[in-house]
């Protein structure tokens, strides 16, 4: 099967920085698109940005000049580097990797187990 871990998040004051890392591993063909996503308490999961394996990276207006997406291909591996954050920026951020599973050729979603970044005024 597949597995995405997570890691990076974590307590940090207003202006600060974190970087996020997800590795997916498994059997499964290099990722198509890789993204992140988060979850504020009372909110629905909101997209926070992707990085598809060909073109252009996409961002939430909110996020866009301050965080930066990048990916490595050959680790399976898919970053979040998070600069200037705000107490907005809390929530529990989740991984998540659109491949295809190489023992059936269908493409799905995995989700990562979710990371929290909680940041202080």
């Known amino acids: 099967q597949v597995q995405l871990v997570e890691s990076g998040g974590g307590l940090v004051q207003a202006g600060g920085s974190l970087r996020l890392s997800c590795a997916a591993s498994g059997s499964i063909f290099s990722p198509n698109a890789m993204g992140w996503y988060r979850q504020a308490p009372g909110k629905q999961r909101e997209l926070v940005a992707v990085i598809p394996s060909g073109g252009r990276t996409n961002y939430a207006d909110s996020v866009k000049g301050r965080f930066t997406i990048s990916r490595d291909n050959a680790k399976n591996t898919v970053y979040l580097q998070m600069n200037s954050l705000k107490p907005e920026d809390t929530a529990v951020y989740y991984c998540?990797?659109?491949?295809?599973?190489?023992?059936?050729?269908?493409?799905?979603?995995?989700w990562g187990q979710g990371t929290q970044v909680t940041v202080s005024s």
């Open positions: 998540n990797v659109r491949a295809v599973l190489i023992a059936t050729m269908v493409a799905s979603d995995y």
